[in-house]
């Protein structure tokens, strides 16, 4: 798939550190700006969860106006945010509870995703959250403010909330916009960011895109001592 012809592409981050920016492979400039509290990890950014933040040049309204699209792979280590209260998945809003635009947080009472935008707290459904696993998050909201959670490609929520952001803060990854005490804690690997509403098919494509094939071989008639290739491997378990 070719970023540059992925219609209503905004913004798209592998997580891969070029010195202290994130560059948007989109091609469209969204930089961010990679904080002295975020380490490269295994298979992309580690936030620690106390005040690591990347804020991008994205700060226009204009593009949500129409309905947009959040994708999100990552893995989450805890609730995140000083004191527990929960990171930030990503923020553009003002720094008072999300007025002025929005945000999409971990909320451990029902452990659920969160979206606020400072008038209005609409969850997904509860206990879809598990720590210490790779996950996928997608976020729609239509232009008339219908919005749906989809986790690892299912649905998993929707709700209603006419909108009208008014910020120009900057699109912030893992932490509150232009503030620090909202971390994300965990692993970011994937973000993707849209100017339209993706269909379910394309969410599902989107989570199973990071989903690995795996190839069984039965070699129960394998004579003993016989050498098998050494790449394959026998694989058990689910």
Known sequence: ????????????????????????????GNNGTITDGVIQGKEGLVFNGIDSTIPTTLTSNADFVNGYTILARFNMRSTGGIGGVGGRIIDKSTHTSGAGGFYITYRSQENAFTYNDG???????????????????????????????????????????????TTTNPLTIGNRSTYTDRSFDGEFKDLKIYSRVLSL?????????????????????????ETRPKEWQIISGE
């Not at 012809?5 to 948007?24: C, Q, S």
């Not at 696993?133 to 989809?150: K, N, P, Q, R």
């Not at 986790?151 to 009208?164: L, P």
């Not at 494509?205 to 008639?221: G, Q, R, T």
């Open 1 to 28: 798939l070719s970023y540059q012809k992925d219609r209503g592409l905004l913004a798209a981050y592998n997580f891969k550190r070029n010195g202290d920016t994130l560059v948007d492979i989109s091609g469209n």
């Open 119 to 165: 008038g209005a707290i609409i969850n997904s459904n509860h206990d879809v959250v598990k720590f210490n696993v790779d996950t996928t998050l997608a976020f729609t909201m239509t232009s008339a403010g219908a919005m749906a959670f989809y986790v690892n490609g299912v649905a998993e929520g929707t709700g209603n909330r006419a909108y009208n952001y």
């Open 201 to 225: 098919q394309e969410i599902k494509d989107y989570h199973n895109s990071f989903i690995k094939p795996v190839i069984l071989e039965d070699f129960s008639n394998y004579s003993v001592g």
